[in-house]
């Protein structure tokens, strides 16, 4: 069965430095998808991404966080200058599109700010 | 705006016994989208059911089934015969519109336990 991948799963990093988490998404899926999850809390939506282009995003997604798909098949999460209040598990998602409400996460990178 | 609630914090049971997780949703939208997601101590959402607005026939899934009603503006969801491995956090979430691409609100989760 197709899966999202995400690399590293674990990711530890000093407060202040750029982190870029990385997705493959499903191949013939169109819509991709950052959610962060802060320990022991819900699953937040954080932006979501269709054509090369940001379609929507969260309160969360600030100029601190960007997203790119630099090429056909890696999705990636950047976070500049990361604080202590990042650290969560981020989670990569994508669909396939219209009609289809099949959301597939990948099983997350830890992101651990010290 | 969009909102799920899911009351129940935490909830433990014995082995073999039945389980109901309860979903309570707010939306304005006529068309929206539920789920429900899995995610087991090893920290990965594992998709279990969608169910479109339109779509009010309860689902059975072996020992899994989903109760939705539009006029309770609910989604739950019950475990039958319940197994340690169903231990894990259950998360309910909403997509609204017709179009593919939208956020998904999760609810902040029904932690289960179940005992042997």
């Known amino acids: 069965e197709p899966e999202v991948t995400q690399t590293p799963s674990h990711q530890v990093t000093q407060m202040g430095q750029e982190v870029i988490l990385r997705c493959v998404p499903i191949s013939n899926h169109l819509y991709f998808y950052w959610y962060r999850q802060i320990l022991g809390q819900k699953v937040e939506f954080l932006v979501s991404?269709?054509?090369?282009?940001?379609?929507?995003k969260s309160e969360i997604f600030d100029d601190q966080f960007s997203v790119e798909r630099p090429d056909g098949s890696n999705f990636t999460l950047k976070i500049r200058s990361t604080k202590l209040e990042d650290s969560a598990m981020y989670f990569c998602a994508s669909s396939r599109g219209r009609g289809d409400y099949g959301y597939t996460f990948g099983s997350g990178t830890r992101l651990t700010v010290v | 705006a969009q909102k799920v609630t899911q009351a129940q914090t935490e909830i433990s049971v014995v082995e073999k016994e039945d389980v109901t997780l309860d979903c309570v949703y707010e939306?304005?939208?006529?068309?929206?989208?539920l789920f429900w997601y899995k995610q087991p101590p090893s920290g990965e959402l594992v998709f279990l059911i969608r169910r479109n607005s339109f779509d009010e026939q309860n689902e059975i899934s072996g020992r899994y089934s989903w109760n939705f009603q539009k006029s309770t503006s609910s989604f739950n969801f019950t475990i039958t015969a319940s197994q340690v491995v169903d231990s894990a956090v259950y998360f309910c979430?909403?997509?609204?519109?017709?179009?593919?691409?939208?956020?998904?609100?999760f609810g902040k989760g029904t932690t289960l336990s179940v005992s042997s």
């Open positions: 939306t304005r939208d006529t068309t929206y989208y």
């Open positions: 991404f269709y054509n090369n282009e940001i379609s929507e």
């Open positions: 979430a909403l997509s609204e519109g017709a179009q593919a691409g939208t956020a998904l609100i």
